[in-house]
């Protein structure tokens, strides 16, 4: 887990990887909540519904850096973290969204719950994946990077500024939209 190989594979356009997202995230999530209510019979629940998230996000990060964004192999370190902070982030989300309807509806029944926190939940989601796509597996970051340190390394005069122009992972909404 430590370096992600430097085989890579052609990256999936927008729709093709926001599908494989969704399979592999709501594959991990379904497989998550049986594990959860399995687990939650031997250990209280709370307990076990960390140890499945923390095991679930570690997953779900590895398919989506070899199958998802087709990194190419195994996600780094680094792509762990920033998925576990995109996945606490969507966590936060959907317990504020629940919060909010409890302070707005006095005893919301079971459908209305559900409508927000799968409201909350898909909301959530859709900027998860924008994070991932964008940041946490965004093309040449390394190279961007190496040219950099090579620039500043080559020049005898000093630190050289460069700027780096980064096309393969554009910022913004439209990127979501625009085949890789």
Do not use: D, K
């Not at 997953?59 to 989506?64: D, V």
């Not at 040449?140 to 096309?167: C, D, M, W, Y």
């Amino acid at each position: 887990m430590e370096t992600a190989q430097s085989t890579q594979q052609a990256a999936p356009g927008a729709f093709a990887a926001f599908a494989r997202f969704v399979l592999c995230g709501g594959g991990v999530g379904l497989a998550s909540s049986f594990a959860v209510a399995s687990l939650g019979s031997w250990l209280p629940w709370a307990l076990a519904n960390a140890l499945i998230t923390v095991g679930s996000t570690l997953l779900s990060t590895e398919l989506h850096a070899r199958f998802t964004f087709g990194a190419g192999g195994r996600a780094t370190w680094r792509q762990h973290a920033q998925s576990a902070g995109s996945a606490a982030a969507a966590y936060a989300v959907t317990c504020m969204a629940m919060l909010l309807l409890q302070q707005l509806v006095a005893t919301p029944g079971a459908v209305l719950e559900q409508v927000v926190y799968l409201s909350a939940s898909a909301l959530a989601g859709v900027a998860r994946f924008a994070v991932l796509r964008l940041v946490v597996f965004a093309r040449n970051r390394s190279q961007a990077t190496a040219t950099i340190r090579t620039a500043h390394a080559a020049s005898p005069a000093g630190p050289v500024h460069a700027t780096v122009a980064r096309t393969s992972a554009p910022a913004g909404p439209a990127a979501l939209c625009r085949a890789a």
